[in-house]
């Protein structure tokens, strides 16, 4: 029996109550009726018969409510299809049992209480409608056989009216028992619906509280009614506070149009930043807002979903902020630079606005780094950075597109040429002033400065790389100058560029091409006057120049990597040829040293130590007799590393001088800490030993410092009499320089030394 059955059954025996009573009524007023008019002893056995069946019914019910468990639901059908049947026929029975004949009244009765049981069994029966079709043919059809039996025109008219009676009742039960299943199935469905509404409702009130969203409700005149948990969390605020509160005043009106989407029956949408009431937090959200309907599908309010997304969006800030600006000094990097400068560009076309960038290197800024370490040097380009956002306007933008290279970007300049030039010199005077102030670091006092090359758009730049590398050729011109200048754009400059280029292009075959000689500069010794060796210097026989010298090339050859295979050549070279000249000058002139200049870039070549050992080899000179001359900057890259590669040189029996020494940041920490044998005092000191007092006090500071250290000592760029005079007082251990003889080509230095075999007479 599926569920429908036993509701079916159920709502029978719920009527039964009523029913069965209604029955025992029944029979009780017929009995009243007929008593005395019919045969009384049959009335009266029909009566207890009736009533008993009644009894049993109405207990029957009384059972089922009771425990309707004990039968199964088809036993407690077959009880009551039994009790209604014998009830039904028992009824039946009363046409043919208390028809009286002579009373029509009586008749009249009969018919009543059949028809009025018929009627009340149509409806108490409804649920079952087997058991009314069963009841009104039991109960109605023997009144309407008994009524013909009367034969007469009357009585066939009344039993065709109890039939279409019949009929009728027929058919409202079917149409009753339609309606009751539709009920039944109604209320089932509702059941259902109520049940599902209610595991709905439960999951929605479980995601509206547990969700890692903030969600809150509000009505149509904008007061919230309902909140969540998490919207509370993340707005810092109570639950007294939300609800009630009118989104009206709220501080932050950008959400405003959102909230209001949804009580015009819109979807609305807000992301971006918003100041919280309560807290007054700054936060960034994405809130989602969708109407609130009811049953009638009229909007009642709104729903709004919030997300907190904050810290992703610092997350995304600050990834754009890095992808954009350099970490170190936090100033634009390279990308954000050239897109500005491309925006300065489509200004200039438009509005005819000069722009200009100032190229800004710090002058021997590696020297600081190497010598002091990466964390001063790092130090050092923070605080030039804050002092160079000191100086500059607001407009202006600041970048590092290298170790030691900022730009300034200066926009609207002027509109013409010569006041933009003007403009941008007074910011490069204003960044020399703010450079050429000490800058304290840790316990160091550095004194830096800086070469500025400017370059303005229009100025044959076009591009932002145009302008960029026309001001970074500008800063070079401003390095050559002497440092610690600005250098303007110049159009020849391009030619520079191609100088630059053609002499790379043309040193690439200069070894091939035998273009290349060593001039060699005699050394003597102070104390003997004697010329102890040569400084081998390189020289570029070149057709395609007219004058290339080392200064230019070398440069471009280390940038250009083909110093190795140079170097390499000029250490053979310079080895062969002073094992001729001590063989040629045997007994004559004791050659001691041969120097040679090593690039950093040689210098840090891992087959560098190989190369010059099988040269000491094959040329079989005494490893002592050779120095090599190396600049401070090419020595402290990394100073265990370096110590490490000198002493394998030192291994070798080789000799290292310092070059240039003095022009360096550190130079005394070197001499602590890496196997020197020589010092080269830079010719620029030796120049100004006329002129300038701190010079001299320098340079008598060095020798004492190298006597300290046990280092021999050549002064290099000595010219005058006063300079050699000088040197000699303060025991400088060699010479070198014009004084005595230029660098000369091998077959004169060979001459200069058969003149100069016994001494060099100053
Ligand atoms: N890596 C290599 N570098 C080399 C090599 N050959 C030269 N160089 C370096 O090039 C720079 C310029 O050299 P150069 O033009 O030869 O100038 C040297 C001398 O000619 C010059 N000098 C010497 N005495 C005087 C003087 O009395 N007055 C004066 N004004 N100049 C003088 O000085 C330069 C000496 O150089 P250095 O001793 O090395 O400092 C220069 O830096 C060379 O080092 C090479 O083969 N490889």
Redesign the pocket.
């Known amino acids: 029996m599926n569920l429908y059955g036993t509701q079916l059954i159920d709502n029978a025996y719920n009527n039964l109550k009523i029913s069965s009573s209604g029955a025992f009524i029944n029979a009780t007023v017929l009995v009243g009726i007929f008593y005395n008019h019919v045969n009384n002893k049959e009335l009266l056995v029909w009566y207890f018969l009736i009533s008993s069946v009644s009894l049993l019914r109405f207990f029957s019910y009384k059972l089922y409510k009771k425990n309707n468990h004990k039968f199964s639901i088809q036993r407690w059908k077959q009880i009551f299809y039994g009790g209604l049947i014998v009830s039904s026929i028992l009824f039946g029975l009363t046409p043919f049992l208390f028809f009286v004949q002579q009373s029509p009244l009586h008749q009249a009765a009969l018919i009543i209480i059949i028809s009025g049981l018929s009627a009340g069994g149509v409806s108490s029966l409804s649920s079952l409608i087997r058991a009314v079709q069963l009841f009104l043919v039991f109960i109605l059809t023997p009144l309407i056989i008994k009524l013909l039996m009367q034969n007469t025109l009357l009585y066939n008219s009344i039993a065709f009216l109890v039939f279409l009676y019949l009929i009728l009742m027929l058919y409202i039960a079917k149409e009753f028992y339609k309606n009751y299943l539709n009920i039944l199935i109604s209320k089932q469905m509702y059941k259902k619906t109520a049940a599902e509404l209610s595991i709905s409702e439960n999951r929605f009130k479980t995601v509206f509280k547990q969700a890692p969203l903030g969600i809150f409700m509000y009505d149509t005149n904008m007061i919230i009614h309902e909140v969540n948990q998490e919207f509370m969390n993340f707005l810092e605020a109570s639950q007294e506070f939300l609800i009630s509160l009118d989104l009206h005043t709220l501080p932050d009106q950008r959400i405003f149009p959102s909230l209001q989407a949804p009580l015009d029956n819109i979807e609305g949408f807000y992301e971006g930043q918003y100041t919280t009431k309560f807290k007054q937090k700054n936060l960034w959200i994405s809130m989602n807002t969708s109407p609130l309907k009811d049953i009638n599908n009229n909007v009642i309010g709104g729903i709004g979903i919030v997300t907190d997304i904050t810290h992703r969006i610092q997350t995304q800030l600050q990834f754009e902020h890095q992808a954009k600006h350099d970490t170190l000094t936090d100033i634009a990097n390279r990308s954000l630079l050239l897109e500005k400068i491309e925006q300065e560009i489509i200004r200039y076309k438009r509005h005819n606005i000069i722009f200009g960038v100032i190229f800004l290197d710090l002058d021997h800024f590696k020297n600081i780094n190497d010598s002091l370490g990466h964390a001063v040097g790092d130090e050092l380009l923070i605080q030039t950075a804050h002092r160079l956002k000191d100086v500059i306007r607001v407009e202006d933008t600041i970048a590092r597109i290298g170790g030691d290279e900022f730009v300034i970007l200066l926009p609207d300049l002027a509109n013409e040429m010569q006041f933009a030039a003007t403009n941008a010199e007074r910011i490069a005077e204003k960044i020399h002033n703010i450079l050429s102030k000490s800058f304290k670091i840790n316990d160091l006092t550095l004194n830096v400065s800086a070469s500025l090359g400017i370059a303005f758009i229009g100025n044959g730049s076009q591009s932002p790389d145009d302008i960029l590398k026309y001001a970074d050729i500008a800063m070079y011109e401003a390095k050559k100058a002497g440092r610690n200048t600005t250098k303007f754009y110049q159009h020849k400059m391009d030619e520079w560029i191609s100088r630059r280029m053609a002499i790379e292009n043309g040193l690439r075959d200069a070894v091939k091409n035998q273009e290349l000689e060593?001039?060699y500069?005699p050394i003597i010794d102070f104390a003997t006057s004697k010329v102890i060796g040569a400084?081998?210097?390189?020289?570029w026989n070149t057709p395609k120049f007219n004058d290339v010298?080392?200064?230019e090339f070398?440069p471009i050859a280390?940038e250009s990597g083909l110093?190795l295979e140079?170097?390499k050549w000029?250490l053979q070279t310079a080895l062969k040829q002073f094992v001729a000249w001590q063989k040629e000058f045997t007994g004559v002139i004791e050659l001691q040293k041969i120097?040679?200049?090593?690039?950093a870039h040689?210098f840090e070549n891992s087959n560098f130590l190989h190369d010059v050992d099988s040269i000491i080899k094959k040329t079989n000179i005494k490893p002592s007799c050779l120095e090599l001359?190396l600049?401070e900057s090419a020595l402290v890259e990394n100073l265990k590393t370096v110590s490490t590669r000198m002493q394998k040189l030192r291994d070798l029996g080789v000799s290292i001088s310092i070059?240039?020494f003095g022009t360096g940041y550190s130079s005394l920490s070197y001499l602590k800490k890496l196997p020197f044998t020589t010092l080269?005092i830079?010719?620029s000191f030796v120049?100004d030993i006329q002129n300038d007092v701190d010079d001299k006090e320098l340079i008598s500071a060095i020798l004492m410092i190298a006597q300290t250290f046990n280092f021999e000592v050549v002064a290099?760029?000595?010219?005058t009499q006063e300079q050699y005079l000088f040197l000699k007082e303060k025991k400088c251990t060699y010479l070198?320089?014009?004084?005595c003889s230029?660098?000369l080509p091998n077959e004169q230095f060979i001459q200069f030394l058969r003149k100069n075999s016994v001494r060099y007479s100053f």
């Open positions: 060593l001039h500069q400084e081998a210097l390189l020289r010298y080392p200064d070398i280390e110093i140079i170097g000029v120097a040679v200049n090593i690039s040689q001359e600049v070059d240039d080269k830079d010719k120049m290099e760029g000595v010219e070198q320089g014009y004084y230029k660098p």
